[in-house]
């Protein structure tokens, strides 16, 4: 997952030389998120949770086939990421699964963080996007980074693209 905005220029070319499948998570939004964006409103839970139940079954697909995935999606709330780990049934239990009942997924996700400054400067480098640079601080607004129990690292946008890939690389094959 990244911090607001998607914004990291991580994309599909380096995971492919590792053979694992890269997903856009704003590639799934429906019609009517990307309208509502784009005209300046920030989406709330109602529209995001469809979406992210929809990315949890794309990466339960993947692991049921042993397919690494990276997928790219802001994920700002503890329960978004709940969502994405244990899906639709989830929603509203913040209890552990029990074993063997539809087992969460396993997933680390990378909170990519940075100055807020540096983000909206990679924003207004993106071009044909829907997401203006004006709904950057309502996802800081809504943002709750990682924490324990949950599976994360967090990486530092200020540093190099191939730094940060690194890092990323080390955290999840020495883990």
């Keep these: 997952t990244a911090t607001p905005g998607n914004s990291t220029g991580l994309g599909r070319s380096g995971w492919k030389a590792l053979g694992w499948k890269f997903y856009d998570a704003d590639d799934y939004h429906s019609p009517d998120n990307k309208k509502k964006m784009a005209a300046g409103m920030p989406l709330n839970d109602e529209d995001r949770i469809p979406w992210l139940c929809a990315l949890h079954d794309i990466l339960r697909r993947e692991e049921s086939s042993r397919q690494d995935a990276v997928l790219a999606c802001s994920a700002l709330k503890k329960i978004y990421r709940h969502i994405l780990v244990s899906g639709a049934s989830e929603i509203g239990n913040s209890q552990s699964e029990k074993p063997g009942e539809n087992a969460a997924l396993n997933i680390v996700f990378v909170h990519l963080d940075g100055p807020t400054d540096l983000i909206a400067h990679r924003l207004e480098k993106r071009r044909g ?34 730094e940060i890939v690194l890092e990323i690389e080390k955290a999840i094959f020495s883990g």
């Design 129 to 162: 996007h829907f997401m203006p640079l004006k709904l950057l601080q309502s996802q800081f607004d809504a943002l709750e980074p990682p924490t324990a129990p949950e599976s994360f690292i967090t990486v530092s946008l200020e540093k190099s693209l191939p």
